[in-house]
């Protein structure tokens, strides 16, 4: 039987993989996608809390469509910014990103 244990090791399994995407990759698409992967580790989380400690109420639900939608537009504007980079620049490493140095 799967209990709400399972699933927070599994949302804990998913957020630090992603975690790891974000800090270590040096490409902008394999960063958010990092974060991606953090946003649906959360999402399983708030559904799984929801299913086994209120299952009357859709609170979890409603909050994890929130986060996609959220989600959806950080996706949305951050490869806007990347592809705009990418072709000014013609790379998406992240450690030449210095524009805003002094």
Not at 17 to 23: H, K, Q, V
Not at 28 to 36: K, N, V
Not at 42 to 48: D, E, G, M, Q, T
Request: charged letters at 15%; glycine letters at 6%; aromatic letters at 10%.
């Amino acid at each position: 039987m799967i209990t709400l244990n399972h699933y927070l090791a599994l949302g804990g399994m998913l957020f630090c993989i992603g975690l790891y995407g974000a800090l270590a990759k040096k490409n902008a698409i394999a960063i958010l996608m990092g974060i991606e992967l953090m946003l649906n580790a959360v999402n399983i989380n708030l559904v799984a809390f929801n299913h086994y400690l209120e299952p009357s109420k859709v609170v979890g639900q409603v909050f994890a469509i929130f986060v996609i939608v959220v989600a959806a537009a950080e996706v949305a504007v951050g490869l806007a910014l990347v592809l705009n980079i990418y072709r000014r620049r013609l790379e998406s490493n992240v450690d030449d990103f210095n524009w805003l140095k002094w």
